[in-house]
Nanobody
Framework: QVQLVESGGGLVQPGGSLRLSCAAS????????IGWFRQAPGKEREGVAC????????YYADSVMGRFTISRDNAKNTVYLQMNSLKPEDTAVYYC???????????????????????WGQGTQVTVSS
């Protein structure tokens, strides 16, 4: 079965950390650019970060720059989003997406728009609250 599966979400206090995972099955992630998006209740989808497939170049939204780190482990066919110094405004469902066109995926992340990428995960809830 070809799919992306996110995990690692949960409840964390402000200032805490979480690491989200985006695991692929049925295809090889290193052939794809990967992006993380998030959507809070009543808000538009927001692009968070992405990593290229060819040179692993990175992009971060201003709202998470310096706090979040995206990385990939090709041996595990998994991409990670390390989230530090979490704030209540980071509360959202986090989704990962994969596309074989890095420019197209990066454009969507930068525009905070969820385009029709090759694959989407089902999402994982992150709640930052005391």
């Amino acid at each position: 079965q070809v799919q992306l599966v996110e995990s690692g979400g949960g409840l964390v206090q402000p200032g805490g950390s979480l690491r989200l995972s985006c695991a692929a099955s049925g295809f090889t992630l290193d052939d794809y650019a990967i992006g993380w998006f998030r959507q809070a209740p009543g808000k538009e989808r927001e692009g968070v970060a992405c990593i290229d497939s060819s040179d692993d170049s990175l992009y971060y939204a201003d709202s998470v720059m310096g706090r979040f780190t995206i990385s990939r482990d090709n041996a595990k066919n998994t991409v990670y989003l390390q989230m530090n110094s979490l704030k209540p405004e980071d509360t959202a469902v986090y989704y990962c997406a994969a596309d074989d066109n890095p420019s197209y995926l990066r454009a969507g992340v930068a525009a905070h728009a969820g385009y029709e990428y090759d694959y989407w995960g089902q999402g994982t809830q992150v709640t930052v609250s005391s």
